[in-house]
């Protein structure tokens, strides 16, 4: 039920972005959904991508520094009170959202965020309960 | 154009290589017979005092350097015993130990002499008004201009550093005419002066005194245009007294040394050989006066250079150029000393933090700023930006600990520090000397 995430360390300065992206269109990775993270110094890029260990590797190999991590994408209904409804279960259930970002489906009613927890699989634990949809990886991979 | 004691700073060479052979002499012996750190020196290199036929003969005995006091700190080097101690005074500690050093009565007394002299060679008199904008603690330069200024007669305000606004509130109540500080704080008050919409003419400042790190005849053209003063610079050291070692008169071409307390040498900082009158080398200070705290060759680590001829304002004493860098590598921050060393030694005990870090100097306005660059990996790298932050801070905290002044962490992408062949080249000084 958990989706990885890979996160890159950008300096703030020009161009560094374009060459994440450029080092991963040339191996033939596509991004999911991103999210960027910055101050004045630098920026945490989080990317989900088709092919993470591959994306992992060639960027490591062109000198980025990479982590992986687990997040929990989750189907959130596309109307009013839709995302507040989950994020209800999640204050109920004392599980603490790190950051959060949303993807955008290409179709279909429903939107997908993407969560980090404190508490991962508890968050999980707790969603499927309360009949959140949560998506597994290769579903999202494929998006 | 005043001299605070004419018959000891005009005095001709003969007279003084006379009494300079006398005290110095007197030095070695009560060096050898008290400090056993100079007693094993001595020793090793085979001399005694009385291996002392004339002054050149000095530079047969062993240098001092700061390794030694930081292996006999806190009181190895003290030559009398503590209850004739009657100050205590230490450097900022930022080589792990501080440097402690101690006084007599008789050494304050002198001290105190010197610095009236530096302080009247720059103009002050028993009319003005001295506003001591230095911070009073463990660090010399507050209290030796203090006590020096109020010999001279001067009205002294202790007003310590920082909160500037303040300062310059009380300098035009006070009527504030000298200004003691480091010349870069000087030019942070011109700059809240001009921020206040204020001018130079809304104080009653004639003349600065300014020390406690390195600045250019630029700077000093600056602060005169930007303050109406005249900036005079001065120089010293814990380890040899503090200020008053030397100081510039109103013609501001050296500091004159006060030859007849110090004996400058200056050596090769290489080969340590003594090099002729004249050469750029590194500075060494040998007291003739200090009772409680006697320093022997101590090797300064600034380079300078020394002239012999006589001053337009009729003193004769030697006068050193300003300091243009150190034999080490040492650097001075908003007048703290920091050695790459002990930045290096705080990132090498955070897990991950090496081994690829650079050093930035720049100046903002016209304070020292001074960023630690570190090579991010993925040891220090965290998905969440509280964390990020949190590990930056935490190193930034540990630097002020050790350093005792503020540096900024920047972390940096991987290989993104330029690589050298042997030794890394650690310093990027942007600042203008």
Not at chain 1, 94 to 106: D, G, P, S, T
Not at chain 1, 117 to 132: H, M, N, P, Q, S
Request: with cysteine; charged share 25%.
């Amino acid at each position: 039920m958990k989706v990885e995430q890979i996160s890159i360390f950008i300096e703030n300065k020009s161009g560094r972005l374009a060459e994440v992206t450029r080092v991963l269109g040339e191996a033939g990775v596509n991004i999911r959904a991103l999210s960027l993270a910055d101050t004045s110094d630098f920026g945490i890029l989080r990317l989900i991508v088709d092919k993470t260990d591959t994306a992992k590797d060639v960027l490591k190999s062109k000198g980025f520094t990479v982590n992986k991590t687990e997040v929990v994408a989750v189907e959130v209904p596309d109307r009013p009170l839709g995302l507040n409804s989950i994020l209800q279960v999640l204050d109920e259930a004392r599980i603490n959202v790190e950051y959060m970002y949303a993807f955008v489906e290409r179709c279909g009613e429903n939107a997908v965020i993407i969560f980090r927890f404190d508490d991962t699989e508890g968050a999980i634990r707790v969603l499927t309960e309360k009949g959140v949809k949560v998506l597994v990886g290769e579903r999202v991979y494929c998006m | 154009m005043r001299i605070w004691d004419p018959d000891r700073e005009c005095m001709g060479r003969d007279q003084l290589t006379a009494l300079q052979f006398e005290q110095l002499r007197t030095t070695l012996e009560r060096a050898y017979r008290n400090v056993p750190c100079y007693q094993k020196k001595f020793l090793d290199a085979g001399v005694s005092a009385k291996d002392l036929r004339q002054l050149s003969d000095l530079a047969r005995f062993p240098f001092t350097t700061k390794e030694d006091l930081r292996l006999n700190y806190p009181y190895g080097m003290f030559a009398v015993p503590l209850r004739e101690v009657v100050r205590i005074h230490s450097s900022s500690g930022t080589t792990g130990k501080p440097t402690v050093v101690g006084y007599t009565r008789n050494d304050l007394n002198n001290w105190t002499e010197l610095v009236a002299r530096m302080m009247t060679a720059a103009g002050v008199t028993a009319d003005d008004i001295v506003h001591i904008a230095f911070g009073y603690g463990l660090f010399t330069g507050a209290f030796g201009l203090h006590y020096g200024a109020e010999r001279i007669g001067a009205s002294v305000i202790p007003i310590s550093s920082g909160n500037t606004e303040k300062q310059i509130m009380i300098m035009q109540d006070y009527q504030s005419s000298a200004l003691v500080c480091t010349p870069s704080y000087a030019l942070t008050i011109a700059d809240h002066l001009d921020r206040m919409g204020l001018g130079a003419d809304s104080l009653k400042l004639r003349v600065g005194l300014f020390g406690a790190e390195p600045w250019s005849e630029e700077m000093r053209r600056e602060i005169e245009a930007r303050l109406g003063i005249l900036a005079t610079d001065n120089f010293g050291l814990s380890e040899v007294m503090g200020p008053g070692v030397a100081g510039e008169c109103e013609y501001k071409c050296g500091m004159h040394i006060f030859e007849d307390h110090f004996i400058p040498e200056i050596i090769d900082p290489a080969t340590c050989e003594v090099l002729p009158p004249g050469s750029v080398g590194e500075l060494v200070l040998t007291t003739l006066t200090k009772e409680a705290f006697p320093m022997i060759r101590y090797r300064t680590r600034d380079i300078t250079r020394l002239h012999y001829d006589t001053c337009r304002c009729g003193r004769t004493m030697a006068r050193m150029e300003k300091t243009r860098g150190r034999s080490d590598d040492m650097l001075i921050v908003k007048g703290v000393n920091v050695f790459p060393t002990q930045i290096e030694e705080v990132l090498f005990q955070v897990e991950g933090c090496e081994p690829h870090y650079q050093l930035v100097l720049d100046r903002e306005g016209h304070m020292d700023t001074l960023e630690v660059q570190v090579e991010v990996n993925e040891t220090i790298f965290f998905d969440e930006m509280k964390k990020q932050r949190e590990f930056v801070g935490m190193v930034e905290k540990r630097l002020a600990a050790t350093l005792g002044l503020r540096a900024k962490v920047k972390l940096v992408e991987p290989a993104s520090i330029p690589r050298h062949e042997g030794k890394a080249k650690r310093v990027i000084d942007r600042r203008k000397p």
